[in-house]
């Protein structure tokens, strides 16, 4: 993102429009939009399957951001091995919050789904409070930044792009190549034959809250590079989330791809020809006209 | 009436696959199977007819375990299952076309074969399977990545078939396969029916068409309102005074 020092310089080179800045900007949209659509992965993945949406996944993230924290800061053990015990930590609370609390209500109307994920959300908001207090934390460590000519491209940046891009061409060969991942695209077509085929669905639920988990817990990785965790850290990015795979059309992991990166760049660049606040404004008037133009979303396949 | 009681000789059959005895069934305070007995035998063909809400697919559903038994007793190949969960049943040998195809819509001709050899056993031996799915519908080879759901309604019984002869079953349950196509793509259905018994499959078939399937089967059930009127070879059924009427009580 440019710094009010580049903005200096930005107002005599704002009419050429392949301006370097211009390009720095560009170049982090794509960058943030592999975070995001990372974060739009997880959280799609259950609803494209279960037919729920999570609304305390990004409460979900504070957990793995939290659990790396912990155990790096407190706990002394090493960055790469906090981060994997939290990948597999909110995989876990992934499955329990399936077991306990979606489950229950799978056949109920969508608004107390909404409602019961959501008391999830100020639960684990509250929880957070009372266990690590209100302070902003952080693992006391910053990548390095990458410079390429006069762009100065943030290195955790990169790195959470790669990471995310990676995820989702896995998770793509995954659901396209593995019985498993036939059998959960199959779920979400129709659960009442499952059985049919041999399938125990609730396994494959809870393997998939266990992956929409994981996912979490993988963004939390990659966020704790980059941002303090505190316990209402879910609010700056969990609403975007929700956005971006309504944007996207919920349920379908391409929409929500794309719709990350449309996000982003109207973000990224919004905020590099006006103030970064403006950049966020110009993504939601965006996505309020998508919204009265394509209600069901933009790459949508549901009704 | 009991299975078998008539003394009929039976062409090809063999020991017991499947046997109902006295099956209780329905849904909520609905009951729609009373003291239902019924048996299979090693490579025969065996139909179930009857008018619409006889209790025809209840009955299939309650041998897959879709749901549960208030009482009465399924065994398969002398295995008692009355108390499997649904999905154990596949891996019995037993494979349900269930009514309306039931293909998942947006996954290819292929992932739905796929899924119909989803268990471990099956996965095996996939390749082998597809290639026999393939021989037998050369339709399903051509429409290979296709969407299941785009397809006609004869062709996706052909793949709903296929899909359940992929998990290698020693016994075929096939709901209404003639249901809602039309008439010469009902003629191909049952000729691929009476081509499936010639392979050596065992077959329970479900079906309205009844003067058709009797046609094709060695023996029958004809159930009523939730219990077996009548039952016996085929042939003798086809004459017979209760199938005259349940039959006329179609039209």
């Known amino acids: 993102m440019p710094t009010w020092a580049c903005c200096e310089i930005r107002e005599a080179t704002v009419t050429n429009p392949f301006d370097i800045f211009l390009l720095e900007a560009v170049l982090n949209g794509i960058l943030l939009g592999g975070l995001l659509a990372l974060l739009a992965l997880g959280l ?30 407190a706990q002394g053990v090493p960055l790469p091995a906090a981060m994997l015990a939290s990948i597999g930590l909110v995989a876990v609370c992934g499955m329990l919050l399936h077991h306990y609390v979606v489950s229950p209500v799978l056949s109920a109307e969508p608004i107390n789904q909404l409602l019961v994920t959501g008391g999830v959300l100020f639960f684990l908001q509250a929880l957070a409070t009372v266990i690590f207090g209100v302070e902003f934390r952080n693992v006391g460590f910053r990548m390095p930044s990458l410079n390429l000519g006069d762009m100065s491209l ?9 990471v995310a891009v990676t995820a989702i061409g896995s998770t793509w060969w995954f659901l396209r190549t593995t019985y498993l991942g036939t059998a959960i ?11 049919l085929m041999g399938v125990n669905a609730t396994r494959i639920y809870l393997l998939t809250s ?6 979490a817990g993988l963004a939390a990785c990659l966020l704790v590079l980059q941002y303090d965790v505190h316990p209402a850290i879910g609010l700056s990015f969990g609403p975007l989330t929700f956005l971006i795979c309504v ?27 006006l103030q970064i606040e403006w950049g966020y404004v110009i993504a939601f008037v965006f996505f309020i006209a998508v919204m009265f133009w394509k209600p069901e979303g933009l790459l949508s396949r549901r009704r | 009436m009991q299975p078998g009681s008539n003394g009929q000789a039976k062409r090809r059959a063999g020991g017991s696959v499947l046997e109902c005895r006295a099956i209780n069934a329905g849904y909520g305070s609905f009951q729609a199977l009373f003291d239902v007995s019924l048996e299979v035998r090693a490579g025969e063909a065996v139909a179930v007819v009857g008018p619409n809400g006889a209790g025809k697919s209840t009955l299939l559903r ?64 996939f390749a082998d399977r597809l290639e026999k799915v393939y021989t037998l519908f050369p339709r399903m080879a051509e429409r290979r990545h296709q969407l299941a759901g785009t397809m006609s309604g004869g062709e996706q019984q052909m793949c709903a078939i296929g899909r359940a002869l992929m998990s290698g079953p020693r016994l075929l349950l096939l709901d209404e396969p003639s249901a809602g196509l039309a008439p010469l793509v009902v003629q191909a259905i049952f000729t691929l029916v009476r081509q499936l018994r010639e392979e050596g499959y065992t ?20 159930l009523e309102t939730g219990r077996i009127r009548e039952s016996g070879d085929a042939a003798t059924l086809i004459g017979s005074d209760a199938v005259r009427r349940a039959y006329l009580g179609l039209l």
């Open chain 1, 210 to 215: 266990a992956l929409g988990g994981g996912f």
């Open chain 1, 185 to 195: 695209r199959a779920i979400s077509q129709d659960r009442s034959v499952m059985p």
């Open chain 1, 247 to 273: 944007l996207g059309g919920l349920g379908n992991l391409i929409g929500g791809l794309v719709a990350a990166f449309v996000f982003a760049q109207f973000i990224s660049v919004g905020g590099f020809f």
């Open chain 2, 62 to 125: 309650a041998m897959t375990r879709l749901i549960g038994l208030r009482s009465g007793q399924l065994t398969m190949e002398g295995k008692d299952f009355s108390q499997a969960p649904p999905h154990e049943v596949v891996s019995l040998g037993i494979a349900h076309v269930p009514e309306g195809r039931r293909l998942f819509p947006r996954l290819s001709v292929e992932d739905n074969l796929r899924m119909g050899a989803y268990l471990p056993a099956a996965r095996a031996r």
């Open chain 1, 154 to 162: 943030s290195g955790s940046r990169l790195l959470a792009f790669a």
């Open chain 2, 203 to 222: 077959v329970l078939i479900v079906e309205q068409n009844i003067q058709q399937v009797l046609q094709i089967v060695d023996r029958a059930y004809l």
């Open chain 1, 44 to 73: 799609n993945l259950i609803f494209g399957v279960i037919d729920v949406v999570w609304i305390c996944y990004a409460e979900l993230v504070m957990v793995g951001m939290y659990g790396i924290w912990w155990l790096h800061t």
